[in-house]
């Protein structure tokens, strides 16, 4: 497959305008910061795509100019992700076009998350940057991200602060979903963060030796530690195609930070049935002294009736909360890999070592 490169599709006007951001330390930091004085890093940019024939020649090309802008060494890896349209085509034309280029395919559609631990154990770099390829994850903010880790951070998350044509109640809906995850969820997942980070390559390594299967990067990052810090941006408009984030998405994000970082239900269903016992306690002392009194029956057993299914029904929602958190369990257990690659395309010079 041929791509033929349209500049004129790249304009500085389809892109938002990104003020030098200030940084939001996330504190307390373990040790101090130091200066990093490397003059030329290398860099691996890690894009998961799914269906992003439409934008990843754009893509491509405004990666290309903001990090010819810095001072490093820079690669790009793509990491398709069981894509239908002819995403792959335009991948192997830029292999050929540019060895700077590499891409994975995997075996099938394993999810987002999946497809940044293909990208992660796949690239050899001193600093990996995570972005989504359809330009919502502005690539000038690559220089602020520079900068910070350059200042010493080992970290550096992003935050969205607006996003340009979001839909009123889409945007409420997620304000009050990343609510709740900060609720309960017992690490400090970001508000409003995205999958546009960078890592230094000792986080990195840390994430790496991770033993589960099933991750979620905005959960995992901050729990390992280090020195990390917040780049607040505006995200532009999708660029093209149709985006693949919704609102089940988002509660499966929601799911997923409760279930794998938080213990709440469990704890939630221990509340209630103490309450539940302590409550049936004074009814029987209730029912006892009743019958000492020698009256014939205790009134009340209609309301006994709805209070034992009322019990019941909270009975099997928590049964059904330990399955959820038992069915993980044994998605574990089994050890299958977090993805299966089907073809490799990245030159020998940037092969992790195995």
């Known amino acids: ?82 894509s239908r349209d002819g995403t792959v085509g335009v991948l192997e034309s830029l292999y050929q076009r540019d060895n700077r280029v590499g891409y994975l395919l995997l075996s099938r559609n394993f999810g987002h998350q999946a497809a940044l631990t293909a990208g992660f154990e796949h690239s050899v770099a001193d600093i990996v940057v995570s972005m989504d390829a359809d330009l919502q994850h502005p690539p000038a903010l690559l220089s602020n991200l520079l900068a910070a880790w350059r200042n010493g951070y080992d970290v550096v998350h992003t935050r969205k602060l607006t996003t340009v044509g979001l839909d009123p109640g889409r945007s409420l809906v997620t304000r009050w979903a990343y609510k709740m995850i900060g609720r309960v969820s017992q690490v400090d997942i970001i508000p409003h963060a995205s999958d546009y980070r960078l890592l230094d390559r000792q986080a990195l390594e840390a994430l ?26 505006v995200a532009a408009e999708r660029a093209a195609g149709i985006s693949q984030y919704g609102f089940k998405q988002l509660f499966g994000l929601f799911a997923r930070a409760l279930f794998d970082f938080s213990s709440l239900p469990l704890h939630a269903g221990l509340l209630l049935g103490g309450i539940a016992v302590a409550l049936s306690t004074v009814y029987l002392v209730f ?51 977090a993805y299966v690659l089907s073809r490799i395309r990245i030159r020998s010079g940037d092969k992790p070592d195995k």
Not at 217 to 225: E, I
Not at 297 to 315: D, E, H, K, Q, Y
């Open 1 to 82: 497959m041929q791509v033929q490169s349209d500049t004129s599709a790249v304009r500085p006007s389809s892109f938002v305008t990104q003020e030098r951001s200030a940084v939001e330390p996330m504190m307390p930091l373990p040790y101090p910061l130091e200066q990093r004085t490397i003059e030329r890093p290398q860099m691996c940019v890690v894009l998961p795509v799914f269906n992003e024939e439409l934008v990843l020649l754009r893509t491509y090309e405004a990666l290309v100019e903001s990090l010819d802008a810095l001072d490093v060494h820079w690669k790009v890896l793509f990491v398709n992700d069981g």
């Open 287 to 337: 029912i006892v002294l009743w019958l000492l009194l020698g009256r014939e029956r205790p009134p009340g057993w209609a309301s006994t009736v709805g209070v034992t299914l009322f019990l019941n029904s909270i009975i099997l929602a928590f049964v059904g909360i330990i399955g959820v958190y038992v069915a993980r369990i044994y998605n574990e257990v089994r050890a299958r890999p």
């Open 208 to 233: 790496r030796t991770l033993p589960e299967a099933s991750r979620l990067y905005r959960g995992l990052t901050p729990w390992v530690g280090f020195r990390q810090c917040v780049v607040p941006y």
